[in-house]
Protein backbone atom coordinates (compact mmCIF):
# COMPACT_ATOMS: atom_id res chain seq x y z
CA UNK A 1 0.00 0.00 0.00
CA UNK A 2 1.33 3.59 -0.53
CA UNK A 3 0.15 6.78 -0.60
CA UNK A 4 1.31 10.04 -2.42
CA UNK A 5 2.90 12.94 -1.01
CA UNK A 6 4.02 16.28 -2.81
CA UNK A 7 3.26 14.19 -6.08
CA UNK A 8 5.24 11.31 -5.26
CA UNK A 9 4.90 7.69 -3.85
CA UNK A 10 5.33 7.29 -0.31
CA UNK A 11 5.50 3.80 1.27
CA UNK A 12 2.73 3.99 4.12
CA UNK A 13 4.49 4.05 7.44
CA UNK A 14 2.62 1.41 9.68
CA UNK A 15 1.16 -1.65 9.88
CA UNK A 16 -1.51 0.22 11.53
CA UNK A 17 -1.56 2.77 8.60
CA UNK A 18 -2.98 0.42 6.26
CA UNK A 19 -6.86 -0.97 7.00
CA UNK A 20 -10.22 -1.40 5.51
CA UNK A 21 -12.87 0.20 7.25
CA UNK A 22 -16.41 -0.47 7.99
CA UNK A 23 -18.43 2.12 6.01
CA UNK A 24 -22.27 2.83 6.99
CA UNK A 25 -24.30 1.87 3.77
CA UNK A 26 -25.56 4.76 3.04
CA UNK A 27 -22.64 6.58 2.75
CA UNK A 28 -21.48 4.08 0.13
CA UNK A 29 -24.53 4.89 -1.53
CA UNK A 30 -23.83 8.70 -1.71
CA UNK A 31 -20.80 8.13 -2.93
CA UNK A 32 -21.72 5.95 -5.38
CA UNK A 33 -24.92 8.59 -6.55
CA UNK A 34 -22.19 10.92 -6.35
CA UNK A 35 -19.55 9.34 -8.54
CA UNK A 36 -21.80 8.61 -10.96
CA UNK A 37 -22.26 11.82 -11.88
CA UNK A 38 -18.47 12.32 -13.16
CA UNK A 39 -17.32 10.43 -15.97
CA UNK A 40 -14.48 8.20 -14.83
CA UNK A 41 -10.72 8.79 -16.40
CA UNK A 42 -9.14 6.56 -18.22
CA UNK A 43 -7.09 4.30 -16.58
CA UNK A 44 -3.17 4.61 -17.19
CA UNK A 45 -3.17 0.65 -18.79
CA UNK A 46 -5.65 1.79 -21.06
CA UNK A 47 -4.12 5.10 -21.73
CA UNK A 48 -0.15 3.39 -22.27
CA UNK A 49 -1.60 0.74 -24.33
CA UNK A 50 -3.51 3.15 -26.74
CA UNK A 51 -0.01 5.22 -26.95
CA UNK A 52 2.54 2.16 -27.15
CA UNK A 53 3.96 4.04 -24.02
CA UNK A 54 5.00 2.46 -20.63
CA UNK A 55 3.46 3.00 -17.18
CA UNK A 56 5.46 4.96 -15.01
CA UNK A 57 4.53 4.24 -11.61
CA UNK A 58 5.63 7.42 -10.04
CA UNK A 59 3.49 8.80 -11.69
CA UNK A 60 0.13 6.98 -11.61
CA UNK A 61 -2.91 8.03 -13.91
CA UNK A 62 -6.18 6.98 -12.41
CA UNK A 63 -5.38 3.67 -11.30
CA UNK A 64 -7.25 2.51 -7.92
CA UNK A 65 -7.18 6.55 -6.85
CA UNK A 66 -10.23 8.15 -5.27
CA UNK A 67 -9.42 11.18 -5.76
CA UNK A 68 -8.06 12.57 -8.48
CA UNK A 69 -7.95 15.39 -11.25
CA UNK A 70 -9.62 15.77 -14.66
CA UNK A 71 -7.18 13.79 -16.13
CA UNK A 72 -7.08 10.77 -13.57
CA UNK A 73 -4.05 11.99 -12.13
CA UNK A 74 -3.38 12.22 -7.96
CA UNK A 75 -4.78 15.91 -7.04
CA UNK A 76 -2.27 17.98 -5.96
CA UNK A 77 -2.79 19.82 -2.40
CA UNK A 78 -3.16 22.88 -3.43
CA UNK A 79 -6.07 21.74 -5.71
CA UNK A 80 -7.85 19.63 -3.35
CA UNK A 81 -7.79 22.54 -1.04
CA UNK A 82 -9.41 25.08 -3.42
CA UNK A 83 -12.10 22.49 -4.16
CA UNK A 84 -12.12 21.54 -0.75
CA UNK A 85 -13.03 25.53 0.95
CA UNK A 86 -15.76 25.44 -2.62
CA UNK A 87 -17.41 22.16 -1.18
CA UNK A 88 -17.50 23.57 2.81
CA UNK A 89 -19.13 27.25 1.44
CA UNK A 90 -21.57 24.92 -0.65
CA UNK A 91 -22.38 22.65 2.20
CA UNK A 92 -22.86 25.66 4.43
CA UNK A 93 -20.31 24.83 6.78
CA UNK A 94 -18.11 26.96 9.18
CA UNK A 95 -16.02 28.63 7.27
CA UNK A 96 -13.07 27.36 9.06
CA UNK A 97 -14.48 23.85 8.46
CA UNK A 98 -10.84 21.34 7.64
CA UNK A 99 -10.79 18.40 6.34
CA UNK A 100 -9.50 16.82 9.35
CA UNK A 101 -12.89 17.54 10.84
CA UNK A 102 -14.59 14.68 8.90
CA UNK A 103 -12.32 12.75 11.15
CA UNK A 104 -13.66 14.26 14.01
CA UNK A 105 -17.36 13.90 12.92
CA UNK A 106 -16.87 10.23 12.09
CA UNK A 107 -15.62 9.19 15.59
CA UNK A 108 -17.59 11.57 17.73
CA UNK A 109 -20.76 10.47 15.72
CA UNK A 110 -19.43 7.00 16.37
CA UNK A 111 -19.20 7.55 20.36
CA UNK A 112 -22.59 9.55 20.14
CA UNK A 113 -24.63 6.80 18.95
CA UNK A 114 -24.78 4.21 21.47
CA UNK A 115 -24.45 0.95 19.14
CA UNK A 116 -20.37 0.89 19.76
CA UNK A 117 -18.41 0.48 22.73
CA UNK A 118 -15.59 2.94 23.20
CA UNK A 119 -13.42 0.33 22.57
CA UNK A 120 -14.74 -0.48 19.62
CA UNK A 121 -14.96 3.58 18.46
CA UNK A 122 -11.26 3.39 19.44
CA UNK A 123 -10.37 0.62 16.86
CA UNK A 124 -12.59 1.96 14.13
CA UNK A 125 -10.60 5.36 14.62
CA UNK A 126 -7.28 4.11 14.14
CA UNK A 127 -6.26 5.28 17.02
CA UNK A 128 -3.64 3.99 19.45
CA UNK A 129 -4.29 4.99 22.72
CA UNK A 130 -8.26 4.86 24.01
CA UNK A 131 -7.30 8.33 25.79
CA UNK A 132 -6.48 10.31 22.47
CA UNK A 133 -10.43 8.58 21.12
CA UNK A 134 -11.92 9.48 24.46
CA UNK A 135 -10.37 12.65 25.54
CA UNK A 136 -11.01 14.64 21.99
CA UNK A 137 -13.99 12.83 19.97
CA UNK A 138 -16.47 12.01 22.93
CA UNK A 139 -18.93 14.11 23.80
CA UNK A 140 -20.23 13.53 27.42
CA UNK A 141 -24.65 14.56 26.47
CA UNK A 142 -26.06 17.89 27.86
CA UNK A 143 -27.75 16.70 30.56
CA UNK A 144 -27.26 13.38 32.41
CA UNK A 145 -29.90 14.28 35.04
CA UNK A 146 -33.19 12.05 34.95
CA UNK A 147 -30.89 8.99 33.57
CA UNK A 148 -32.15 5.93 35.21
CA UNK A 149 -28.89 3.41 35.59
CA UNK A 150 -30.26 -0.55 35.60
CA UNK A 151 -26.50 -1.89 35.14
CA UNK A 152 -25.99 -3.30 38.35
CA UNK A 153 -29.14 -4.81 39.16
CA UNK A 154 -29.05 -6.42 35.87
CA UNK A 155 -25.77 -7.74 36.93
CA UNK A 156 -26.66 -9.07 40.44
CA UNK A 157 -30.04 -10.40 39.31
CA UNK A 158 -29.09 -13.49 40.31
CA UNK A 159 -28.89 -12.99 44.08
Same mark, same amino acid.
Given at each position: ????????????????????????? +?? &???????????????????????????? @??????????????????? &???? @?????????????????????? @????????????????????????????? +??? =??? =???????????? &?? =???? =?? +????
Amino acid at each position: MEQRQRGKVVRLETRASRATLPVDP +FL &IAQLARHTSRWPRPESASQRSGRMGQQH @DPTNPTGEDLIVTNQSGRP &ILHG @DFYRKWRRAVTQAELPERTRFH @DLKHFYTSTLGASGKHDPKTVQALSRHAE +FSE =TWD =TYAHPPLAVEGI &IV =TAFG =TA +FSHL
